[in-house]
């Protein structure tokens, strides 16, 4: 079966590090950064890329719309 | 297969949509508004309404929604909304209205306004934010306040005896003839985002082929009012607003036709 991989891509100075993509990603890919935004925020970004599979969830229940989802058969 | 690789558009699968400005929104951290939005905006684009659609903007945090949704928009007063909304669709009928409001504006100051779009079946698409408080003003008690919930005017939680009971407004809009199909859904999960869409679409055909008013109430955080982490307000949303909030249609069917659940 052809393996499913994932990317997400997070517009930085846009997130609010909320973390409802953190709950609602299914694979725990995405984690709160350490790091904050020019806002002061800790953005969310891909803590474990490998698991991504691309389902976008983390993209559907963001409320600010900061997250692209891609995905490829590799 | 490196990100860098995959990181194509042709890869694409979310995105932001066109009908979403490139501004970034002034709602706190986890606000259910930027869901409800960006489900609007992505209906807007893939159903072809960018040009013919008017939004009626409430009082309330959601006051800003020009700056966020490419379309044409029109504010009314406090709860007046359905109001300004029926004068566009008499006079426009071949445009998409919708009037997109909180529960402090359509339950409390609006109600009469609501009720009487409602039972007159004014062709358009009413959203209501339901986050069971006033979440602009500072958290304060609103109708759909639920029993023993904690707000800046009821700290000891709400007590029935004083402050009456809270308003399941969206069952009693399904009890007006002139609406078509009214439904509560929720935006806390993909799931339950997913499930909004497809239910807002419905409720945008059913507006477009003039069968009556479409009423979709999304059971919604307001996790700065409720002195919560936004993921700490949509587990609190799941277990104490949802079961008295039910998910799901209370209504199906075309202006004047009651349907048996009724």
Known sequence: ?74 | MELKDLIKPENLVYGKTKILEDEPMHYCPGCSHGVVHKLLAELIGEMGLQEKTIGIAPVGCAVFAYKYLDIDWQEAAHGRAPAVATALIRLKPDNFVFTYQGDGDLASIGAAEIMHACNRGENILVIFINNGIYGMTGGQMAPTTIEGMVTSTTPGGRNVDLNGYPMKITNLIAQLPGTSYVTRQAVHTASAARKCKRSIKKAIENVLDKKGTSFVEVVSTCNSGWKMTPVGANTWMEDNMIPYYPLGDLKDSVKGENSSEN
């Open chain 1, 1 to 74: 079966m052809a393996k499913v991989q994932g990317a997400v891509v997070v517009n930085i100075e846009e997130c609010k590090g909320c973390g409802l993509c953190v709950v609602a990603c299914p694979h725990d890919v995405l984690q709160l950064n350490k790091e904050v935004n020019s806002k002061g925020y800790h953005y969310s970004y891909m803590a474990n890329p490998n698991a991504c599979v691309g389902c976008a969830h983390c993209g559907v229940v963001c409320p600010d719309t900061c997250i692209t989802v891609y995905r490829a058969k590799v």
